[in-house]
T-cell receptor, first 111, second 114 residues
């Protein structure tokens, strides 16, 4: 399984764009990159998933360079309610898949 | 309608007891999981079932026994509870057993063993 490395914590202010980068140097050909958000006392919630280039949805954008050894989650104009832990995961696209969560990035948005 | 629901939300019990946590998903997903989140907030996979068949069993003591009566349910039974079992247990499901199928989590069961 590809291991991921992301910053332990980040601070931001309301209205700013936040970019969280995740390194996954040994990502395999079949691996997808998935980001989750977790609030206290809740289960992780799926944010966005990508395989290569750029993916955008109503919540975030995911930038993946050509070598796929890293990815950047971009949250536009964060609000206080975006304070949470963000997990980057890389997993196989084949059977027997198991999602391994790392320590995540604790984002704290200040007023 | 809650997509992945687990009960109870809180469970306080004494060492040595046996307890169960129930999980149900109404998403029509093929695969269900149990995760454990300890006090350091690391999420660790415990079990995975695909179409009622156990496919992942991650070095979990055999005091923990999952049971999947059908594709929509995955229950977790724990025998002879120990202090170290105190954690938050999350149930999750995914459409398929692949990395391209995102997980949908329940809101967790906080187990406290005294």
């Amino acid at each position: 399984l590809a291991k991921t490395t992301q910053p332990i914590s980040m601070d931001s202010y309301e209205g700013q764009e936040v970019n969280i980068t995740c390194s996954h140097n040994n990502i395999a050909t079949n691996d997808y990159i998935t980001w989750y958000q977790q609030f206290p006392s809740q289960g992780p919630r799926f944010i966005i998933q990508g395989y290569k280039t750029k993916v955008t949805n109503e919540v975030a954008s995911l930038f993946i360079p050509a070598d796929r050894k890293s990815s950047t989650l971009s949250l536009p104009r964060v609000s206080l309610s975006d304070t949470a832990v963000y997990y980057c995961l890389v997993g196989e696209g084949t059977g027997g898949f198991k999602t391994i969560f790392g320590a995540g990035t604790r984002l704290f948005v200040k007023a | 309608d809650t997509a992945v629901s687990q009960t109870p939300k809180y469970l306080v019990t004494q060492m040595g007891n046996d307890k169960s946590i129930k999980c149900e998903q109404n998403l029509g997903h093929d695969t269900m999981y149990w995760y454990k989140q300890d006090s350091k907030k690391f999420l660790k996979i415990m079990f995975s079932y695909n179409n009622k068949e156990l496919i992942i069993n991650e070095t979990v003591p055999n005091r923990f026994s999952p049971k999947s009566p059908d594709k929509a349910h995955l229950n977790l039974h724990i025998n002879s509870l120990e202090l170290g079992d105190s954690a938050v247990y999350f149930c999750a499901s995914s459409r398929k057993n692949t990395g391209s199928s995102p997980l949908h989590f329940g809101n967790g069961t906080r187990l406290t063993v005294t």
